[in-house]
T-cell receptor, first 107, second 113 residues
């Protein structure tokens, strides 16, 4: 059974801090997705990656295939980064998602 | 290029009624996925469709739930005889290719009284 675990569940940071959110999964992947969900809002796809590292602005996603682990990093965090971050993965289009990490960045 | 459009954004139904949720994928996208997000839980896959075909419906309850993606028009997720446990946010995502990058809609929030 494919399982996806995220840590931490909740994270509070001060503006400007470097943030790391972790995602571990149990079966091999074709791609891993990182999503962002604002309170009461829609979902935005941040990254889809199957190896190495991707960067977009202040966001960086990395993946270690051997260890079945991915991280999402946010540099110079800002209150507008406050959201739930969700990772999802699977061997096909039927993705399995973690429960999300709720990030709060205080000014 | 408009994004994925879902409607209604909010829907209230009484137990036993029917709920119909619509999803118009991004232009040029023929792959549509429906996910359900229960309160305090993660996103759960429900069904994957391509135009006129259901590819994978393994995440959808066997009874009361159905989905379609006709040749013309939006994809529709239909829930018959709704129960309180169906209250959730239902998200649609589209992709230009199978297992490709997903583009999500704003979601439809169903409340069953």
């Amino acid at each position: 059974k494919n399982e996806v675990e995220q840590s931490p569940q909740n994270l509070t940071a001060q503006e400007g801090e470097f943030i790391t959110i972790n995602c571990s999964y149990s079966v091999g992947i074709s791609a891993l997705h990182w999503l962002q969900q604002h309170p009461g809002g829609g979902i935005v796809s941040l990254f889809m990656l199957s190896s190495g590292k991707k960067k977009h602005g202040r966001l960086i996603a990395t993946i270690n295939i051997q260890e079945k682990h991915s991280s999402l990093h946010i540099t110079a965090s800002h209150p507008r980064d406050s959201a739930v971050y969700i990772c999802g993965q699977g061997g096909s289009e039927k993705l399995v998602f973690g429960k999300g990490t709720k990030l709060t960045v205080n000014p | 290029n408009a994004g994925v459009m879902q409607n209604p954004r909010h829907l209230v139904r009484r137990r036993g009624q029917e709920a119909r949720l619509r999803c118009s994928p991004m232009k040029g996208h023929s792959h549509v996925y429906w996910y359900r997000q229960l309160p305090e839980e993660g996103l759960k896959f429900m069904v994957y469709l391509q135009k006129e075909n259901i590819i994978d419906e393994s995440g959808m309850p066997k009874e009361r739930f159905s989905a379609e993606f006709p040749k013309e028009g939006p994809s529709i997720l239909r829930i018959q005889q709704v129960v309180r446990g169906d209250s959730a946010a239902y998200f649609c995502a589209s992709s230009p290719q199978r297992a490709g990058e997903l583009f999500f809609g704003e979601g439809s929030r169903l409340t069953v009284l």
